[in-house]
């Protein structure tokens, strides 16, 4: 049975492209931990039904997340209720975890 994690936190790029532009999700688990996955690992589990991801918003408004795929076929992450871009997830407060935010900034310099 799928896990639910709620994703409260990105790390963003400053790529255009839907498919580029979230390097990673992150959240809480219900102990209290801090939890985060590449954009790619958290494809991989949503695609294997290993976890389910949704964004909440205020009021308690639920959006799932499901994985998309360009014009290019690149995967990526967006909620149910967006276009083509991640809009939902980009709205998120940027991770602090300062793994993800190194790898990020390296990523986007080409590295």
């Known amino acids: 049975m799928a896990r639910y994690l ?28 801090h939890w985060s996955l590449t954009q790619d690992e958290a494809i991989a589990q949503a695609e294997d039904g ?15 997340v499901i994985v998309a795929m360009d014009l290019h076929a690149h ?15 980009l709205y998120l407060p940027s991770c602090h975890n300062l793994a993800h935010a190194a790898n990020a900034r390296s990523m986007a310099a080409g590295r």
Do not use: M, N, W
């Open 75 to 89: 995967k990526y992450l967006k909620t149910i209720a967006d276009g083509e871009q991640s809009d939902e997830l």
């Open 50 to 64: 290993i976890s389910l991801f949704y964004v909440e918003r205020a009021g308690g408004r639920r959006f799932d």
């Open 6 to 33: 709620r994703i409260r936190q990105v790390v963003k790029t400053e790529r255009p492209s839907a498919h580029e532009q979230i390097q990673a999700i992150c959240g809480i688990k219900a102990d209290g931990s």
